[in-house]
Nanobody, 122 residues
Framework: QVQLIESGGGSVQAGGSLRLSCVLYGRTFSKTIMAWFRQAPGKEREFVAR?????SYRASVKDRFTISRDNTKNTLYLQMNNLKTEDTAIYYC??????????????????WGQGTQVTVSS
């Protein structure tokens, strides 16, 4: 059974930092494209960052967030620095569908974590 277990969410002041973690079970982590998405209240789930054949970020987080992975621990990370109130959302870890190369849409990912809340206050 595939599971993605997320941790690291919390509440911080604007300008602060958080580090999210996601452990993948039931798939071969080193062969799997992984990503972070987020969803704010009343908004669509949106792509944040991807780790696979390349590393990619949405423009609004490119200079502040860093996605990384440790294939020996089957763990994906998202280091978030200089957080802004607009980063407030539930953050989801996702595992890509086999065959996707540069996935960025929700439909490109077939396995999802339950999400972890990130709240940034001013």
């Amino acid at each position: 059974q595939v599971q993605l277990i997320e941790s690291g969410g919390g509440s911080v002041q604007a300008g602060g930092s958080l580090r999210l973690s996601c452990v993948l079970y039931g798939r071969t982590f080193s062969k799997t494209i992984m990503a972070w998405f987020r969803q704010a209240p009343g908004k669509e789930r949106e792509f944040v960052a991807r780790s696979g054949a390349d590393t990619s970020y949405r423009a609004s987080v490119k200079d502040r967030f860093t996605i990384s992975r440790d294939n020996t621990k089957n763990t994906l990370y998202l280091q978030m620095n200089n957080l802004k109130t607009e980063d407030t959302a539930i953050y989801y870890c996702a595992a890509g569908r086999p065959g996707s190369v540069y996935p960025v849409t929700r439909a490109d990912f077939q396995d999802w974590g339950q999400g972890t809340q990130v709240t940034v206050s001013s």
